[in-house]
């Protein structure tokens, strides 16, 4: 096998991991064991949604050589690793706070809004013959989405536990994706 089949092949496989990795996201995320409780709606959805991005990462790290994503595909494992950790501390105290049907209904609408946008983004991001690039052109659309998610959360009543996890969320996936346009500028895309 040839660099240029080599090269074609990596990019397959890559491909092929992350359209798996895509898939299995959206099933958990849609359905996961919603309740009366924002905050328990929020977790149980972010944490399927933080496990596919730390999977998107170590796919990329199989096969990337640039060092700039690398240490961003790092960060998001460990920075992730660490969300899902603290979400699933506070999943029983925060699915004790229960909140009214309006507020309900109007933060369940604006998340399948965000979600619809978010796997249309990511399962239609431009497939290129540079992992890299790839990498980049999948993962912002999901920090998007994770950032929407946040803010969505906090204009209703949450558990005081999550509020930091939410500004967090916010404030280092804001980071990440001005750093990741950078790079992919740096790619010439």
């Keep these: 096998m040839g660099k240029n089949d080599m090269f074609c ?7 092929n991991t992350f359209y798996c990795i895509l898939d299995q996201m959206i099933q958990e995320m849609t359905t ?10 929020f977790i149980v959805q972010m944490i399927p949604h933080h496990q596919a991005a730390i999977q998107m990462s170590k796919n990329l790290l199989k096969y990337s050589e640039f060092c ?24 029983k105290s925060c699915s004790c706070l229960i909140n009214c049907d309006k507020d309900l209904c109007l933060y369940d609408r604006r998340v399948c809004q965000i979600m619809e946008v978010m796997f249309t983004d990511m399962e239609y991001a431009r497939a290129t013959d540079s992992i890299d690039a790839n990498f980049i052109m999948e993962m912002i659309p999901h920090h998007l989405g994770a950032i929407s998610m946040a803010e969505n959360a ?30 992919l500028r740096r790619l010439g895309y």
């Design 68 to 91: 700039p994503l690398k240490t961003i595909a790092s960060q998001i494992i460990e920075e992730q690793t660490k969300g899902i950790a603290e979400m699933e501390s506070l999943l």
């Design 9 to 15: 092949f990596n990019t397959k496989e890559y491909l």
């Design 154 to 183: 906090l204009h209703y009543e949450v558990c005081d536990g999550l509020i930091p996890i939410l500004e967090s969320i916010i404030s280092s996936q804001r980071q990440g994706v001005r750093q990741m346009q950078c790079l």
């Design 32 to 41: 996961a064991n919603l309740t009366e409780s924002i905050s328990n709606n």
